[in-house]
């Protein structure tokens, strides 16, 4: 059941997307960053628009523009994310957590731009833990006794211990939103060269209610919309 969502499946309905790879910084200039392009966080914008949703965009930097007619926040590092995050949740029907957020942080940043000449030795950066906002956002939705449909995304790769829609499937009970929308990315480099900053995805989407994983690909607009008509099903079913 994929296809473009009917014109005005999500009239009236307020959609929060988060899109684009956080930055981390070390020091003025320099930042820990990641691969993720937001191309198909902007494609859900698009779509969410496109069936007559009111969306605000909540973006990390991305390699495209932002759409037209989106309220658009822009943010940079995971603090900043979760704290925008968590204020617009309060008023939003869905929340789709597309953004690649950052798992760590640098302990500390420096004020000044680090120098060679102030480590005698190679330096070590020290990493602590991001707060996971996709968790936030559940727990919150409960804590509010808010009626909320909650979306998240994973790239897994399958190894020895397990396949990558087994890590998928834990994924989503330990994070309790309702659907996560799955890329199977490979091992090794080609594998996430298959996903990152291209224009076309190939997903699977699971149901926290144990209802039948839907695939979906294409251009990231046609996932987009086949993750948009599943959320449109899912309103219109209550
Ligand atoms: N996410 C989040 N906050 C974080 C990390 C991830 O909200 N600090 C969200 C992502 O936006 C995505 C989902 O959680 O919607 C899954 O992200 P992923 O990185 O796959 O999950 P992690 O729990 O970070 O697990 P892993 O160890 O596999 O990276
Ligand atoms: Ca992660």
Aim: aromatic share 2%; charged share 20%; proline share 5%.
């Amino acid at each position: 059941a994929t296809g473009a969502p009917a014109t005005g499946a999500l009239a009236g309905v307020r959609v929060l997307i988060t899109a684009g790879g956080t930055r981390e910084p070390l020091d003025p200039v320099r930042y820990l960053g990641n691969k993720s392009s937001g191309k198909q966080g902007v494609a859900l914008a698009e779509a969410a628009l496109a069936a007559g949703a009111s969306v605000t965009l909540i973006h990390a930097p991305m390699e495209v523009p932002a759409p037209a007619g989106a309220t658009i926040q822009r943010i940079e590092t995971a603090l900043e994310l979760r704290s925008a995050t968590l204020a617009a949740a309060a008023t939003a029907d869905v929340v789709i957590m597309a953004a690649a957020v950052a798992d760590f942080r640098p302990a500390s940043i420096s004020s000044g731009k680090i120098k060679k000449r102030d480590n005698v030795d190679d330096p070590v950066i020290t990493l602590v833990r991001n707060p996971d906002i996709l968790l936030e956002v559940v727990a919150h939705r409960a804590a509010q006794n808010q009626q909320q449909l909650i979306v998240g995304f994973a790239a897994e790769t399958g190894d020895d211990q397990g396949d990558a829609r087994s890590y998928a499937e834990q994924k989503l009970r330990r994070k309790g939103c309702d659907l996560l929308v799955v890329n199977e990315v490979g091992p090794g480099d080609s594998g996430a060269e298959r996903v990152f900053g291209q224009d076309t995805n190939q997903v699977e989407i699971l149901s926290l209610d144990g209802a039948s994983p839907v695939q979906s690909g294409g251009s990231k607009r046609e996932v987009a919309d086949a993750v948009v008509h599943l959320i449109a099903q899912r309103l219109s079913t209550g």
